[in-house]
């Protein structure tokens, strides 16, 4: 089939990839300039580099709503397109453009974990499982019916680097799948479920403070959801920030006020945790490694050569 691919960064790339790998004939690419988001310059595999390698017409847009687009998606008459990580809304003019319609290839397991950093937030939220979602794109986010649709399940020892490479790799086989199923004329797609629906927004430095009246659980997700080479959650001893490493949750509780440095165990620093700490039930957030801001990585009992005192959420100055 004749492809019209949309991509950005790594995901992109993959996908478009996949897609010429598979024997389809890719008329245009559009994609978007190199961004000085930190979370964007993470994977940014260039999918401008894969269309010059490949001597295929590229272009580079914020937005895909000017004439030239418009032009140069009508010119290149496709059977269908491909959309990966594009990053802004694409108007019914673009999309409605191929004759079998736009599939969409997502990072999540949708309805849930719509929009952007859907990995990041799934395990945040201590989800069982994440997945890749491909599917019809229509006027909403990420709303299209569902073509295929593959999950991994999350287990404790992962990082949200473990499940950006299983998704990953989901990303170009489940497009070429979906593309046969469109080329044969299927339609049995599932409608989403909108009332399982949610929506969530860029993570900046703000989404990864840390808030010690969080649940150790939550804490230790949060961590592990914002290992290397995401920026790092962070807390602040005393005026000093620290970004905290490597965590996990105590086996047994700990009691008192929610942030206190209490005690060594187990290699690391125990850290009392939790709204309701002072009931003496909750586990506590061991804490193996730490970075501090002028890149030093430590741990945790090199780090704190003495108990007590407090980790915040903002500095604190003498």
Known sequence: MRVVAFGYMTWGRRTIKAVLDAGHEVPLIVTHADSDNPYEKIFNESVSELARDRDIPVLVRRRADDDEVKAAVRDA???VMVVSNWRTWLSPE?????RLGTLNVHDALLPAYAGFAPLNWALINDEPEVGVTAHMMNAEFDAGDVVLQWSTAIADEDTVVDLFDRTLAMFGPITVDALELIAAGRTDRTPQDRRAASYFHRRTDEENRIDWTWP??????LVRAQVDPYPNAYCYHGAERLR??????TDTPFGGTPGRIFIRQGGGVVIVAGADARKGRNKGLLIETVRTDDGRELGA??????MGGYLTSHPVTP
């Open 94 to 98: 673009v999309f409605s453009r191929p």
């Open 244 to 249: 905290i490493v490597r965590a996990r949750v």
């Open 301 to 306: 009992q090199e780090y704190f050569t003495r």
């Open 77 to 79: 008459d496709a059977d």
């Open 216 to 221: 150790a659980r939550d804490l230790f997700n």
